[in-house]
């Protein structure tokens, strides 16, 4: 069956930086795109950033460009989200998202806190 793991949340001060993972298995993961998304409380979940299969498009909220940067090693059917310069206002929970009958993750944590 399809699953996606994200890993790598936590707590970070601002101006901190984390770097979220998310494994996959279950469909062949080099022919789908790849996506983040985010909750917070009390608001709806957002796209934060998108990579086409083999990473030639990619696609950033405005609120996290030049901040955030997503990649994927299909090697290791893994996409990452390396966050930088992070705010409290990105404090949510992170989920991973493949195309392939648009199949969640389950979420991590992510709290930007002094």
């Known amino acids: 069956q399809v699953q996606l793991v994200e890993s790598g949340g936590g707590l970070v001060q601002p101006g901190g930086s984390l770097r979220l993972s998310c494994a996959a298995s279950?469909?062949?993961?080099?022919?789908?795109?790849m996506s983040w998304y985010r909750q917070a409380p009390g608001k709806e979940r957002e796209l934060v950033a998108m990579i086409t299969s083999a990473g030639g498009i990619i696609n950033y909220a405005d609120s996290v460009k030049g901040r955030f940067t997503i990649s994927r090693d299909n090697t290791k059917n893994t996409v990452y989200l390396q966050m930088n310069s992070l705010k409290p206002d990105d404090t949510a929970v992170y989920y991973c998202?493949?195309?392939?009958?648009?199949?969640w993750g389950r979420g991590t944590q992510v709290t930007v806190s002094s």
């Open positions: 279950g469909f062949i993961f080099n022919t789908y795109a």
């Open positions: 998202k493949t195309s392939y009958l648009n199949h």
